[in-house]
């Protein structure tokens, strides 16, 4: 199975600053048809998850452009340009290149 | 609008069995790879399983294959996991879930159903 990790763990922003999270996985998630498998969703308090990026850097219909996803091969990064108060939740990076489908443990983003 | 709306949870003895369903609607049901994930009671998200528009194929994490089953019935827009020989382990809840395009990424997401397994 791919391990998707997460780094850091927990980060606290203040409003208005920048916020960036790594995911890593254990193999590249790019397919032989060129796209890179590689999402990441917000569970935001007492919510379901919602999905903020897909295939690596598309963002989802109706995410802020604050949000941007980067990276290829097996580093990513998802980036908020500014945070703001309702971005507080846990962070997940997912890999959709192969069954099973595997989560990062998580990042929990607080504001200062 | 898409609305999906998990149902079936509840409390099972280890070793029991339980079928979770999900209704959709908003959107032509039939098209889409459907996915079950889990979260355990504090911990992170887990892929189940998923299945294939049509209902041809099934794929599930290997923790739970040979013990779930996911079918679907188009005609009613409704999915299902059937979970047998359950454990403490697959205490979480479960969350219904459309696929955005093919299996991958996750659009829509019900709001969830608590499988508590104990005795």
């Keep these: 199975d791919i391990v998707m ?38 569970q935001k308090p007492g919510k379901s998850p919602q999905l903020l990026i897909y295939l690596g850097y598309y963002r989802a219909s109706g995410v802020p452009d604050r949000f941007s996803g980067r990276g290829s091969g097996t580093d990513f990064t998802l980036k908020i340009s500014r945070v703001e108060a309702e971005d507080v939740g846990v962070y997940y990076c997912m890999q959709g290149l192969q069954n099973p489908f595997t989560f990062g443990p998580g990042t929990k983003l607080n504001i200062k | 609008e898409v609305h999906l709306v998990d149902s079936g949870g509840g409390l099972v003895q280890p070793g029991g069995s339980l ?14 790879w459907m996915t079950w994930i889990r979260q355990a009671p504090g911990r992170g998200l887990e892929w189940v399983g998923n299945i294939k528009a049509d209902g041809s194929e099934q794929y599930f994490v290997d923790s739970v294959r040979g013990r779930f089953t996911i079918s679907r019935d188009n005609a009613k827009n409704s999915l299902h996991l059937q979970m047998n020989s359950l454990r403490a382990e697959d205490t979480a809840i479960y969350y219904c879930v459309r696929n955005l395009r093919g299996d991958y990424a996750f659009d829509y997401w019900g709001r969830g159903t608590l499988v508590t397994v104990s005795s």
């Design chain 1, 5 to 42: 990790t997460q780094s850091p763990l927990s980060l606290a922003v203040t409003p208005g600053e920048p916020a960036s999270i790594s995911c890593r996985s254990s193999q590249s998630l790019v397919h032989s048809n060129e796209n890179t498998y590689l999402d990441w969703y917000l």
């Design chain 2, 19 to 32: 079928r979770l369903s999900c209704a959709a609607s908003g959107f032509t049901f039939s098209t889409y």
